[in-house]
């Protein structure tokens, strides 16, 4: 077994995924600090004193307590390397999530223990079957009040096809959160907060006897539900859920720091180790081959002192070393990697050298774009990361014409990043490109990052189309000439974008016109 063979076996990558107040973020801070890579957790809504989370550092998302951007957390644990790809949870940004998840081995499908599967864990979740994702579920705040934990399992089966299979099991309902039964070992763990829940939850090791005369009837009960569960057959299967057909099943509170622990070593002990990547042709690239990554994500200003653009890199094979020059495969040309970083939040650390799994942020990456390929050696090039099909459509311009060179810079930086894709036409000119986005939230990131990143205040106005399709050439004419439609060129790619007002109007011209190229863009259920 070659070095970078070892190196990558003991790589984790994977990424949370929830619906919004799930307590993501939250979950994020508490597995860096039981992997000791924070001395003390932050609150997405702390108190007076506690520190903030450290994985949201843009302004909107300190203010409204939501993730927005993405951010990747390199630690070790128990003797593997850790990379925890951070993703927004807002509905509005699941295109962004959607590009990290092309980035992870495996997916922590984070739970509220009073609301289960809600819409946003679903429809993240269809991203990891799609892209066929092992997935552990972690049921999340059991200190509050909450659903059954049957019951819960039930509805994960029900809606997701998955055969869930509990590792941990809650000792107490819901809001009366004594600890675990560990099911591998066959053990009880109890949990003692902290003050505050900023550090390590102390866990105490109980026996069958122990946990009786402590904990009483809740064990009790815990006891006889974890014989149920080995009864039916609700047992780990590692074939099974690397086959993405079950997910195991822990439950804690991060806020508390319960089960955290537990989740960790879990994610040693199961979750898959990188594998070769098939690349345009479909052929895997091994793993020991020369360096080959993905680039899944590209932030600018994360650093406002610096001003500087970030490209998040996912290794795909071979060696990363800091300075080497690679090729991008898109244009062909060299490409310098002297800055290569570690990167969460504003809290940054050189990184120089990196494996299979590892995610690297490579500085001053201007002419790097989501889905790019990077590679040393043979060449090769990974499959590029689709759009989602935008719903809203704005347009945009510059409310001081003395600030239109920031403007058009601005909005070229928000379309390389994806924050929004840009569409324009001959009829509306450049002065008033058209803004396409998943959710209108999107929208409130790009006049917030021009107001303080470029110093330009814009004016806004809101399209009446809230459907896309791709046309070609020969049909875009047609489109043009029906009401209620109109045809764009997108700017990140040069796809002619046909917009219609909504689904009917598109079913009438199509009726009309049968002959027409429309096709559907990603994650656009509609016909």
């Not at 590679?375 to 001081?400: K, L, M, N, Q």
């Amino acid at each position: 077994m070659t070095a970078i063979i070892q190196e990558a076996a003991r790589r984790r990558t994977f990424a949370v995924i929830s619906h919004p107040d799930a307590g993501k973020s939250t979950m994020t801070e508490a597995l860096a600090l039981h992997a000791s890579a924070i001395t003390e957790a932050g609150a997405v809504h702390g108190k007076a004193g506690r520190r903030g989370v450290t994985s949201d550092w843009m302004d909107m998302e300190k203010a409204r307590g939501i993730s927005i951007t993405s951010a990747a957390l390199r630690f070790e644990y128990r003797g593997h390397m850790f990379n925890l790809v951070d993703t927004p949870g807002h509905a509005d940004f699941s295109e962004d999530t959607y590009r990290v998840l092309a980035a992870v081995d495996c997916a922590v499908m984070l739970l509220d223990a009073a609301k289960g599967m809600e819409p946003q864990t679903l429809k993240l979740f269809e991203v990891c079957r799609h892209r066929r994702i092992p997935v552990i579920t972690f049921v999340n705040k059991w200190d509050r009040p909450g659903r059954e934990a049957l019951e819960l399992l039930d509805e994960i089966q029900e809606k997701t096809g998955l055969r869930p299979t509990p590792i941990t099991w809650p000792i107490g309902t819901g809001g009366f959160f004594h600890g675990v039964v560990d099911r591998v070992v066959d053990q009880a763990v109890r949990y003692t907060r902290t003050p505050g829940g900023a550090t390590k939850a102390i866990e105490t090791e109980l026996t069958p006897e122990q946990a009786l005369i402590e904990i009483g009837e809740d064990w009790e009960r815990a006891k006889d539900e974890v014989d149920l569960l080995s009864a039916i057959g609700s047992d780990h299967d590692q074939k099974a859920f690397e086959a993405h057909e079950s997910t195991p099943v822990l439950f804690g509170a991060a806020l508390n720091n319960f089960g955290v622990g537990r989740l960790l070593d879990a994610m040693v002990d199961i979750a898959p180790a990188p594998a070769p990547r098939p690349d345009v042709k479909d052929d895997p690239r091994p793993l020991d081959r020369p360096f080959s990554g993905l680039v899944f994500k590209v932030q600018a200003n994360m650093d406002p002192s610096h001003r500087d653009r970030i490209a998040f890199v996912r290794v795909c094979s071979g060696r990363f070393e800091r300075g080497m020059v690679l090729t991008h495969a898109a244009t062909g040309r060299p490409f310098a990697t002297k800055y290569a970083q570690s990167v969460f939040g504003q809290e940054r650390a050189t990184i120089d050298e990196a494996f299979p799994g590892d995610v690297v942020g490579l500085v001053n990456a201007t002419a790097l774009r989501p889905g790019d390929t990077l590679y040393d050696g043979s060449a090769v090039e990974f499959p590029r990361i689709p759009s989602f099909a935008p719903e809203h459509f704005w347009t945009a311009r510059c409310r001081d014409s003395s600030r239109a060179k920031q403007f058009r810079k601005g909005i070229e930086q928000m379309e390389a990043e994806g924050v929004v894709q840009v569409l324009r036409s001959d009829i509306r000119g450049d002065q008033s490109p058209v803004l396409a986005a998943v959710g209108p939230m999107q929208f409130d990131v790009v006049k917030h990052r021009l107001a303080g990143e470029f110093n330009t205040e814009i004016a806004m106005d809101r399209l009446d189309f809230s459907l896309a399709r791709i046309t070609d050439a020969e049909s875009a004419p047609v489109l043009a000439r029906q009401r209620g439609v109109e045809v764009f060129t997108r700017a990140i790619d040069g796809e002619l974008l046909a917009l219609f007002t909504d689904e009917w109007r598109m079913r009438g011209v199509l009726r009309d016109h049968p002959g027409l190229v429309l096709k559907a863009l990603l994650a656009d259920t509609r016909g």
